[in-house]
């Protein structure tokens, strides 16, 4: 093992832990059954998408394990294990775009399209669990709570993650391992 992987997989594992105790221990939380929305309890795994495929699909793996461990509803680990797509979607695609982080237009237009995703996988997952018939409540819930509430939800998330990202990226060592360059 390189040390390139040995600092990839530390990092990964503060990742993890960090993706699983914010919305443990947030103070800011917004529950409107069936949903959640917790600031900044995506951010680990969008940091993650800007390192490395392997570091995005390590943590947002490694997050759903620990949501499963820690006793949260079926529900809410099920819509956790649905950031494995986006996560890793979107780490590929930096793969193959790593100037992205200097242009704001192409940022914006990554945030929204892992917006779009994540509500649309997590519109998917709500939708199997909690349609009961009552077709004015399964609009609001799937399309307007989850389906709005995820893009805005994410989007906050993600401007979080651009500064700690902006921060972590003045170390050497991440801007080695890194597939995002920022100006």
Known sequence: MTNKNVYQLSLTAMLVAIGIIIPIISPIKITIEPMSFTLASHVAIMVAIFISKEVALSTALGTTVGFLL????????????????WAYGAAWYISKHKDMGKSGK???????????????????VTFLYFTNGDSVNMVYMIFGLTGIGTILHSSVDFIISIAVWKVLC??????????LKMS
């Not at 820690?70 to 494995?84: N, Q, S």
């Not at 940022?107 to 997590?122: C, D, P, R, V, Y």
Request: proline fraction near 4%; hydrophobic fraction near 60%.
């Open 170 to 179: 003045q170390n050497r060592k991440i801007q080695t391992i890194s597939n």
């Open 106 to 124: 192409q940022m914006f237009l990554l945030n929204l399209g892992i917006a779009l995703l994540h509500a649309l996988l997590e519109m998917a």
């Open 70 to 85: 820690a006793g949260f509803p079926l529900p809410v680990v099920l819509r956790a294990f649905t950031h494995v797509v």
